[in-house]
């Protein structure tokens, strides 16, 4: 995924928090600086989403390295936030997962998404804002 396209999912699901109510903000530089940062942080009445963005084609699956899961979840027990990974293939709405909801792959033990697996196991932007 080109940087243009991640900067535009991930404004994309910013506006989709506020049209429901949430705020929400988008972590400049968040995949750049050596801290761990999310890419969004949202946020309602006590409850708040870390949210690491994650778009593509729809052809296979999206990867998400070890390495950037570990930032993600350290960043969020830190901060008090839930840890979510939003992904939106073209064509598709976005879907929602705990990283532990994720597949693996075998060699290096890297998370995914795909197709079958957003079927199974992800979530609707409505359900995770329902969701308690």
């Known amino acids: 995924m080109s940087k243009v396209k991640g900067s535009r999912t991930e404004r994309e699901l910013l506006h989709l928090f506020w049209d429901a109510g949430w705020y929400c903000i988008r972590m400049a530089g968040s995949g750049s600086m050596p801290l761990p940062c999310p890419d969004l942080l949202a946020g309602k009445k006590g409850r708040c989403f870390a949210i690491e963005c994650k778009s ?30 939003g992904i939106r293939f073209d064509s598709m709405p976005w879907y929602f997962f705990k990283p532990s909801d994720m597949g693996r792959s075998k060699g290096q033990g890297n998370y995914y998404a795909d197709k079958d697996l957003i079927v199974r196991k992800g979530i609707s932007l409505k359900t995770l804002l329902r969701k308690k």
């Open 56 to 85: 593509g084609k729809g052809k296979g699956r999206k990867y998400i390295s070890t390495g950037q899961i570990d930032e993600l979840t350290h960043f969020a027990d830190g901060f008090g936030a839930e840890a979510w990974i």
